[in-house]
């Protein structure tokens, strides 16, 4: 069992590495995001799938080493916590693996919350510059609306002049 243990905290450890990794390049998204930078927008995202591949390879082997040690512990698989293996394993060991939970369970709660304000963020834009566009070629007002539901052009509508015509 301590093999698996300690196999447990070098995965902890990969998996906060990459978390780390993850919350830098979120914060960068948000930096690029409010200073309207999206041509480098992709690049982070590019970069953020990078680190998020890395992490389910990790959580793979993460989930089939907790496998191991739910019949070591005979808990079963879904009632075994770090808590409850911390609680069973030796003084080092358990010190270990609970240094570990409390250093992920903070930068997982900061990932999240980056990541939710950089989604709403992401939306509050697309709401401005669905309602900018819509403003430039008035599309609020039906007989200026040239498409019709399939997406299709209705030349047949009367068309009135906005700032822009709709032509594109």
Known sequence: ???SISDL???????KAVLTNMLTLSEEERQIIVSGQSDKLEGVIRLEMKELGKLGGIEKRRMLLMQTIAEELCIPELELTVSKIAERADSDESEAIRKLQEELTPLLEQHSAVN???RSLIKAHVEYSQTMLELLVGVD???NNMYGGDGRSTPDKKRTTGLYDGHA
């Open 9 to 15: 905290c070098a995965i902890l450890k990969e998996q």
């Open 141 to 143: 007002d039906p007989l």
């Open 1 to 3: 069992m301590r093999q």
């Open 116 to 118: 939710k304000e950089n």
